[in-house]
């Protein structure tokens, strides 16, 4: 079985950084797409940050140029590094990889997995 945790939520005053961090582990062939949502009470879960196995990123418009997405492929495991922070930043924060397993007829598949959430609060 493969398991993602994510670990790093907590308070920080408005203009703080935080640093999220998202570890997938069990039996691994590789792990292609990382991504981070978020959602909001009453709000749709929306997505953050995403970046493929070659590094390239994307962003949503309201974080671009306050959070860093990055991987380290030998840990199986994405950051999300948020800096400047808004009280609109405020949300439970989850991550996702997909990972390519092994079946037991020997056939690789691809599964995406979701961490459990770590919440986020921005406040004075």
């Known amino acids: 079985q493969v398991q993602v945790v994510e670990s790093g939520g907590g308070l920080v005053q408005p203009g703080g950084s935080l640093r999220l961090s998202c570890a997938a582990s069990g039996i691994i062939v590789s792990i292609n797409a990382m991504g981070w949502y978020r959602q909001a009470p009453g709000k749709q879960r929306e997505l953050v940050a995403g970046?493929?196995?070659?590094?390239?990123?994307n962003y949503a418009d309201s974080v671009k140029g306050r959070f860093t997405i990055s991987r380290d492929n030998a840990k199986n495991t994405s950051y999300l590094q948020m800096n400047s922070l808004k009280p609109e930043d405020t949300a439970v924060y989850y991550c996702?990889?997909?990972?390519?397993?092994?079946?037991?007829?020997?056939?690789?598949?691809?599964?995406?997995?979701w961490g459990q959430g770590t919440q986020v609060t921005v406040s004075s």
């Open positions: 996702n990889s997909d990972v390519s397993r092994r079946s037991p007829n020997g056939i690789v598949l691809q599964y995406r997995y």
């Open positions: 970046i493929t196995s070659g590094g390239s990123t």
